[in-house]
């Protein structure tokens, strides 16, 4: 049965007794194998990789293209990004994505996630005017990915909203909703009869924190207003397509539609009580304001963050809380409104109990009530927050798996960022690492986890570090005409465990 169900998707519902004969065969399989030598492998479990679209498809202005709010920050705030380099044709995927699709196929992979570009499919934001090429561009893609067998999984929103729109005031204007909701019917529309696993929105988490309450597109740094703001609208957006999705063409399509979230793993500074307590309200500013509302019993905003921005708004002499409400029925459209959870993760923080009194500005960073801080002797990345920390992946699926009880889940991204060339062992330790700490979420915990998505398989724009952080399986050698692409050791390691579903051994670093 669940077989059946894996050849369409990558998610689904499975029940609790199959569930529990999985884990139970798992673990005699593994018994069976010898504690020496266990092989670790993963059953009913798919592998891919993922890019987004402004971080690989560069062709910012062609073919009909509108202009997006990276596009417009990238141009006007060069000073905000790394070496002052923009998405214009970043690893020209838009041009090349026969070459990506060899790339895939040359993995393995059973899947690829990627994003559609919302300006690229609607050049106003609005669906009046649906941009030909865009569609083709997509359409030539999933042709291709057809061709070889493998799954697209599809973001809706990776970031790059139409300019048009921030115009209105982006994800503040709760309008918004309405207008993704029809770019979604858009996407299902034309896309739907092949797209079986969609993601609405990546990581709300990042660009309402880091886009209107921080310094990412488009960047205007209101944390505490805007960043709430932002939140509410796209909780609001992402229930009502699913429900779209439900009353319009879930019969026709059977597909599944989730959200991808992401999630650092807060571990407490210290084991005092105030620093446990710190550490899991910081849980639940940051994936229980997305996931509570959507994956909870109750449904809305967890409570602590009601407490908290009520709380501290009336001390800084706000009318009203800073966190704005739902309705009730609100509510209950968004509650329950996901097939799986698409989750991604890359590191860990510590967290210690904030001790200082309420500012006069407002800030998320104040509300979290919280400050993090990371271990110096966790080995480094090319990134300055991503430390490799392993058990914090294991720990962060466990807690998913307690407070929304053990949801479907499908890691959309984790990966690391290794310094230029392409021996790049620190990235296979680090894929080694997590991936032995998802097996132990898996077969020793029962965490419902159904595949894993290597960010990235190519390296591509990353945001505001431009160029100089490179996630990529393949490197990209952006100083040559044609984006030359060269196969990195950790392509041959993900290859090795997309055909076998097992960590192979004599990698073992
Ligand atoms: C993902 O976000 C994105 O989905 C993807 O597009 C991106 O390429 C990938 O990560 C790799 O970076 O400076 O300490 O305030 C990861 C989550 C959230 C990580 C914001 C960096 C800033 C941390 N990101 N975070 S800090």
């Known amino acids: 049965m669940y077989a059946v169900d894996q050849r369409v998707s990558v998610s689904g519902y499975r029940s609790k007794m199959q569930d529990r004969l999985f884990v139970l065969l798992a673990l005699v399989l593994q018994i069976g194998a010898g504690a020496e030598e266990r092989e670790l492998c993963f059953q009913n479990f798919k592998f891919g990789v993922a890019t987004a679209a402004y971080q690989v498809e560069g062709a910012w202005n062609v073919s009909g293209k509108g202009e997006s709010i990276w596009d417009r920050y990238t141009h006007e705030r060069p000073d905000r990004i790394f070496d002052h380099q923009t998405g214009d044709v970043a690893a020209d995927s838009y041009h090349l994505v026969e070459e990506d699709v060899r790339l895939l196929v040359d993995l393995g992979v059973q899947f690829y996630r990627f994003s559609i570009s919302w300006p690229r499919i609607l050049p106003s934001g609005f669906s009046n005017k649906i941009n030909p090429d865009g569609v083709r561009y997509y359409n030539k893609l999933l042709d291709l990915l057809n061709q070889h067998n493998i799954l697209p999984v599809v973001t809706m929103y990776h970031w790059d909203l139409p300019q048009t729109l921030q115009q209105l005031g982006g994800w503040t204007n709760p309008l918004i909703a309405d207008h993704f ?166 590191t860990t923080y510590l967290v210690e109990k904030n001790y200082q009194p309420i500012p006069a500005q407002p800030s998320f960073d104040y509300d979290i009530g919280g400050i993090k801080t990371q271990k110096d002797d966790w080995p480094k990345s090319n990134s300055t927050w991503l430390k490799v920390v ?61 595949g894993y998505t290597y960010w990235s398989l190519i390296d591509n724009f990353e945001w505001t570090r431009g160029f100089s952080e490179r996630f990529g399986l393949y490197e990209v050698d952006y100083a040559s005409p044609n984006k030359t692409r060269t196969k990195r050791l950790s392509a041959a390691y993900i290859a090795k465990v997309a055909k076998t579903r097992c960590l192979p051994q004599s990698w073992t670093t």
């Open 181 to 346: 909701v029809s770019y979604a019917r858009v996407l299902f529309e034309n896309f739907g009869p092949r797209v079986k696993t969609w993601l609405t929105f990546n990581e709300p988490l990042s660009f309402c924190q880091g886009g209107y309450g921080g310094i990412e597109a488009p960047g205007f740094g209101a944390s505490g207003t805007d960043d709430y703001l932002c939140a509410h609208t796209v909780l609001r957006a992402h229930g009502m397509v699913f429900r779209m999705y439900d009353r319009e063409f879930r019969k026709k399509q059977q597909g599944n539609v989730g959200i991808t979230l992401d999630f650092s793993w807060p571990e407490p500074l210290t084991t005092s009580k105030n620093n446990q307590i710190a550490a899991e309200i910081f849980r639940q500013f940051s994936l229980g304001w997305f996931a509570h509302p959507i994956f909870s019993e109750t449904g809305d905003y967890p409570p602590i963050m009601r407490k908290r921005i009520d709380y501290i708004s009336k001390h800084q002499h706000f009318p009203r809380s800073r966190l704005p409400k739902f309705t009730p029925q609100e509510v209950e459209m968004i509650k329950g409104s996901a097939d799986f959870l698409g989750f991604n993760h890359y």
């Open 390 to 450: 392993p058990w914090g992946f294991r720990k962060a699926l466990n807690w998913v798996r307690k407070a929304y009880n053990n949801p479907p889940i499908i890691v959309t991204e984790n990966g690391v960022s290794t310094r230029p060339g392409t021996q790049d062992l620190r990235r296979i330790n680090y894929i080694e690492g997590y991936l032995k700490a998802l097996h132990s979420a898996i077969y020793v915990d029962g965490c419902d986890v159904r």
